[in-house]
């Protein structure tokens, strides 16, 4: 088993018995993996142990914690589908159980006292949870957050005793099995947008000032609306391919995201879009600038036309968004977190340009290519012809 220095630090914090073990760090540090694998390891050993590993959502974890430890589970030999209760979200793994569950699921926050507490991304959990949470947990709690800005762990940390919690710091240094490609990115960066690379590249608090979207709120569910059409954004090798389903509904926008993932090929995106069209067949409003895959999707028979783009287009597009009420489904989570972290720039005063930074913004590209068609005073929506 690759064991990162990440946890060989969480280890040694748990070998002392601190209360709480709090990790901040920047990108691709190992935070999540290596405390997962922590759990996975203390759950084989000690019997009828109650671990709580806890995030903003529930679909948050399935997309992240849950399918990372899925696969630290399989490479210890651990996992199987008897041992997985899906209906419940939890795991066997020796005599104890690991559940996962969303900090927004009531019932679960009220429930049963456990021995060990994980909170994945604390910075987008409540105080009045985490409290909530830890006060019912025994033993320890873990926690791991990238320092976007200050929030309520800080303070806490200053009201704590030094030998009640061990702070450890973390960045992709710390991961010396970090392919060199994600290293080259993220120091790549540095100069594009330092505020982006103090937080997620050194571990540093940052102070994310002038986010351009901050009107926006999660809802469950899509509404029923005939104004609706997909936005698409390629990518593949470092940019992910994003998908958004966007729907116009009594003066409101909602985004649901359908899908945030690399390497997708062109047969890749054609066979998921019938597949979520197959019903209504949406019109696709895609990335301009891959023409080649535009007519590709098109003679597959998906309803695809290019983007409109132009002079100033993106600062137009952002406009258009803001003029509405957003509405975002809670499983989309990778559309929540750039909608966190996209931001203006800023000139060598700090003060913010009208331009914003480029990233953050595969899903948010996605949207807005079908925000500004379907906000564009069309009044019904027709599909494109399609010469073949």
């Avoid at 690759?2 to 990790?23: D, G, H, M, S």
């Avoid at 926006?216 to 509404?223: E, G, N, R, V």
């Avoid at 597959?300 to 803001?322: E, L, M, P, Q, Y």
Wanted: glycine fraction near 6%; proline fraction near 3%.
């Amino acid at each position: 088993m690759k064991l990162t220095n990440v946890f060989k630090y969480n280890l040694a914090a748990y070998r002392e018995k601190k209360r709480f073990i709090i990790n901040q760090g920047g990108t691709s540090s190992s935070k999540t993996w290596s405390i997962l694998q922590l759990l996975a390891i203390i759950a084989n050993k000690k019997d009828n142990l109650l671990i709580s590993v806890v995030s903003e959502s529930l679909p948050h974890l399935k997309r992240g914690a849950m399918r990372d430890f899925i696969k630290i589970l399989e490479s210890m030999n651990l996992y199987s589908k008897e041992l997985h209760n899906k209906t419940m979200h939890a795991f066997t793994v020796g005599n104890s159980t690991i559940e996962f569950f969303g900090a927004d699921d009531s019932a679960k926050m009220r429930g049963a006292r456990r021995n060990i507490l994980y909170c994945n991304e604390l910075n987008n959990i409540d105080k009045k949870s985490f409290d909530e949470l830890s006060i019912r947990t025994n033993e320890v709690v873990f926690c791991d957050y990238n320092p976007v800005a200050e929030f309520f762990i800080h303070e806490f940390m200053q009201q704590r005793k030094e030998n009640d919690f061990a702070f450890i710091k973390s960045t992709f240094k710390d991961n010396q099995y970090l392919d060199t490609t994600i290293v080259a990115d993220i120091l790549s960066r540095a100069e594009i947008d330092p505020q982006w690379f103090r937080v997620y590249g050194e571990g540093e608090i940052g102070n994310y000032e002038g986010v351009i979207y901050d009107n926006w709120k999660i809802i469950q569910q899509m509404p029923e609306s005939p104004k609706r059409v997909l936005g698409l954004d390629f990518g593949f090798t470092n940019d992910p391919t994003a998908i958004v389903d966007v729907r116009y509904s009594d003066g409101q926008l909602f985004w649901d995201e359908l899908l945030y993932q690399k390497q997708m090929t062109n047969g890749d995106i054609i066979a998921l879009l019938k597949q979520i069209g197959k019903d209504e067949k949406p019109v696709v409003i895609c990335d301009s600038a891959e023409p080649k895959s535009i007519h590709e999707l098109q003679l597959a028979g998906i309803r695809a036309i290019a983007a409109t783009k132009g002079a100033d287009s993106v600062r137009t597009g952002i406009d258009t968004v803001k003029r509405f009420q957003l509405n975002i489904t809670d499983r989309s989570t990778n559309l929540k977190k750039e909608l966190r972290n996209y931001r203006w720039r800023e000139d060598s005063s700090g003060k913010k340009i009208n331009e914003p930074i480029d990233f953050w913004n595969h899903a948010l590209d996605a949207s807005r290519y079908a925000t500004v068609y379907l906000c564009g005073g069309i009044k019904q929506l027709k599909p494109p012809r399609i010469h073949i």
